[in-house]
Each structure stands twice: as structure tokens, then as C-alpha cells.
């Protein structure tokens, strides 16, 4: 028997813990959507409110009716992670099926190299990101914040890691049905790897959902901002105007929440089948 169930006390105990954690991680996020219904005067006055004693809707108003390029940003930030996201769950699933079962010249170095890579920070390569996309032309477009994100060496790794527990008699039987490689990926691998793929796709859109840092570096125009970059531009010389940013906060955390919501079924499952033996 385990120590919870000879103490139930200590279930209790624990169960309190995690009410307390969860009420103080809980508390930003609600006085942010607070705030998202104060007039800007409330929000500076210093004051220790957290309901609003001024409610109003002018903030959502103005977001969504008075500054015009809200919903641009908002498509861009769509277009951009989602486009994100399909292109990964593609090549790191393909990436991470060839690591585990197929056979070929440089697959150990390959791996190897893939590995190397996760000690990478992400920072270390903003730079020569934007050497190339200058290069190429590609500055200030939509393929210049898609493609240098299309691919994911933790991600890979993860595929690489559900694929190397795969039931391999599923496979042979589809050999045995006539199916190449490509056909036992597309039609036996893919179906059964929604797990992880449903993982995947949590991390992988947040991550693109989020992301400030390359569209800082590479975006300059304002109609190309993504939702980070135009919730920083309500920033004036003076003040920020903290009512518009609790606002477009808001709206900017519903598309997330909606995605963890869709594949929250498979993201425990998933998250706890990649990491088999290697």
C-alpha cells in the first residue's frame, strides 16, 4: 500500500496543495479579465480592486470596432499557426518514422545531430534566421515566420520515440496486404498515433501562438503583426494602455484554450506513450 492510502491525511493534505497552487496560478489570469472591464483610470489608480467598480465594454469595443488592424493581426496569428503546426505534425511524424524503423546511410549520425540540436537555445539562432530570410527576400512575409518553424528537433525526437514502441506486427500485416512504406505510413501509423500527434499539435501551436521574439526581429510593417506584436504596439511613449492589452489578451487566449480543450482527450495520453524506450 502506498503512504496516501495507509494516511489519508496526507491526501488531504495534498489535495490542498494542489486547490492552493491552482488558486495562485489562477489569480493573474482573473485579474487580467478583470482588468480586460475597467477604464484605464482603474487600472492605474493603484488600487487593490479586483472587481471592477466601473464595468465597461468600451475596451472590447475598441479593439474589435476603433483599431482597424485588430482583426489582421488576428488572422495573421491563425494563419501563421496553424500553418505551423500542420507542417510539423507532417515532416516531424515523417522525420520521426524513418529514425525508428527505416534504414539508411547517416541515420545514427542524423539522430545524433537531432539530439545535439534540443541543447540549442532558440535565441542563439535568431540571428542567422534573419541573415537568411534577408537574403532570400523573405522579410516581412508570411513564408519568413512559417518556414524556419516548420520543423521541430524535440518534436521529431518525440515522434522518433512513439514510433520505436510501435506494434511492428501491425506494419507487417500491412505488408502482408500489399502496402509499401508509404502506404503503411499514411493508412496504419498516422490513425494510430493520435496520441501523440494530438500532443504535438498542443505544443507546437502554443508555441507558434506565442511566439514575440521572430516576429519583432522580421515583421516591420503593421499589417503583418502578429498578436503579440500588435498587443506590444498599445505601448505609448508614456503609458500602456493596460485596459486595451487586458482586452486583446483576452481574445488572444481564447484560440488556445479552444486547442487544448479539442485534443485535451488525447493530450495526457500522448504526452505519456512518447517516452518508451529509445
Same mark, same amino acid.
Given at each position: 500500500?502506498?503512504?496516501?492510502?495507509?494516511?489519508?491525511?496526507?491526501? =488531504?493534505?495534498?489535495? +490542498?496543495?494542489?486547490?492552493?497552487?491552482?488558486?495562485?496560478?489562477?489569480?493573474?489570469?482573473?485579474?487580467?479579465?478583470?482588468?480586460? !472591464?475597467?477604464?484605464?483610470?482603474?487600472?492605474?489608480?493603484?488600487?487593490?480592486?479586483?472587481?471592477?467598480?466601473?464595468?465597461?465594454?468600451?475596451?472590447?469595443? $475598441?479593439?474589435?470596432? $476603433?483599431?482597424?488592424? !485588430? /482583426?489582421?493581426?488576428?488572422?495573421?496569428?491563425? !494563419?501563421?499557426? =496553424?500553418?505551423?503546426?500542420?507542417?510539423? +505534425?507532417?515532416?516531424?511524424?515523417?522525420?520521426?518514422?524513418?529514425?525508428?524503423?527505416?534504414?539508411?546511410?547517416?541515420?545514427?549520425? /542524423?539522430?545524433?545531430?537531432?539530439?545535439?540540436?534540443?541543447?540549442?537555445?532558440?535565441?542563439?539562432?535568431?540571428?542567422?534566421?534573419?541573415?537568411?530570410?534577408?537574403?532570400? %527576400?523573405?522579410?516581412?512575409?508570411?513564408?519568413?515566420?512559417?518556414?524556419?518553424?516548420?520543423?521541430?528537433?524535440?518534436?521529431?525526437?518525440?515522434?522518433?520515440?512513439?514510433?520505436?514502441?510501435?506494434?511492428?506486427?501491425?506494419?507487417?500485416?500491412?505488408?502482408?496486404?500489399?502496402?509499401?512504406? +508509404?502506404?503503411?505510413?499514411?493508412?496504419?501509423?498516422?490513425?494510430?498515433?493520435?496520441?501523440?500527434?494530438?500532443?504535438?499539435?498542443?505544443?507546437?501551436?502554443?508555441?507558434? /501562438?506565442?511566439?514575440?521574439?521572430?516576429?519583432?526581429?522580421?515583421?516591420?510593417?503593421?499589417?503583418?503583426?502578429?498578436?503579440?506584436?500588435?498587443?506590444?504596439?498599445?505601448?505609448?511613449?508614456?503609458?500602456?494602455? /493596460?485596459?486595451?492589452?487586458?482586452?486583446?489578451?483576452?481574445?488572444?487566449?481564447?484560440?488556445?484554450? %479552444?486547442?487544448?480543450? !479539442?485534443?485535451?482527450?488525447?493530450?495526457?495520453?500522448?504526452?505519456?506513450?512518447?517516452?518508451?524506450?529509445?
Amino acid at each position: 500500500m502506498t503512504n496516501i492510502s495507509r494516511f489519508p491525511w496526507l491526501k =488531504v493534505l495534498l489535495y +490542498l496543495v494542489l486547490t492552493l497552487y491552482a488558486v495562485i496560478t489562477l489569480i493573474p489570469f482573473l485579474w487580467a479579465l478583470s482588468a480586460s !472591464f475597467k477604464p484605464l483610470s482603474e487600472i492605474i489608480s493603484g488600487e487593490l480592486n479586483f472587481f471592477p467598480q466601473n464595468f465597461t465594454l468600451d475596451n472590447y469595443r $475598441q479593439i474589435f470596432v $476603433q483599431e482597424p488592424l !485588430f /482583426w489582421r493581426w488576428f488572422f495573421n496569428s491563425v !494563419f501563421i499557426a =496553424v500553418s505551423v503546426t500542420l507542417l510539423n +505534425l507532417l515532416f516531424n511524424s515523417m522525420s520521426g518514422y524513418a529514425l525508428a524503423r527505416l534504414t539508411f546511410v547517416g541515420k545514427s549520425f /542524423w539522430f545524433f545531430l537531432i539530439l545535439a540540436l534540443l541543447a540549442v537555445p532558440t535565441q542563439i539562432t535568431l540571428i542567422p534566421t534573419f541573415l537568411i530570410l534577408k537574403a532570400i %527576400g523573405w522579410l516581412n512575409s508570411y513564408q519568413g515566420m512559417i518556414v524556419p518553424g516548420m520543423v521541430n528537433a524535440t518534436f521529431i525526437f518525440m515522434m522518433r520515440q512513439f514510433f520505436v514502441n510501435f506494434p511492428k506486427e501491425l506494419e507487417e500485416a500491412g505488408q502482408l496486404d500489399g502496402l509499401n512504406t +508509404l502506404g503503411i505510413f499514411r493508412h496504419i501509423v498516422l490513425p494510430l498515433a493520435k496520441p501523440a500527434l494530438a500532443a504535438q499539435a498542443v505544443f507546437v501551436f502554443m508555441s507558434s /501562438w506565442n511566439n514575440f521574439l521572430l516576429p519583432i526581429v522580421i515583421l516591420f510593417d503593421p499589417e503583418m503583426f502578429t498578436l503579440p506584436l500588435g498587443l506590444n504596439s498599445f505601448k505609448g511613449q508614456y503609458i500602456s494602455y /493596460w485596459n486595451y492589452i487586458m482586452a486583446a489578451s483576452m481574445m488572444f487566449t481564447l484560440p488556445a484554450l %479552444g486547442i487544448y480543450a !479539442f485534443f485535451n482527450r488525447y493530450f495526457i495520453q500522448g504526452a505519456t506513450f512518447t517516452g518508451g524506450k529509445g
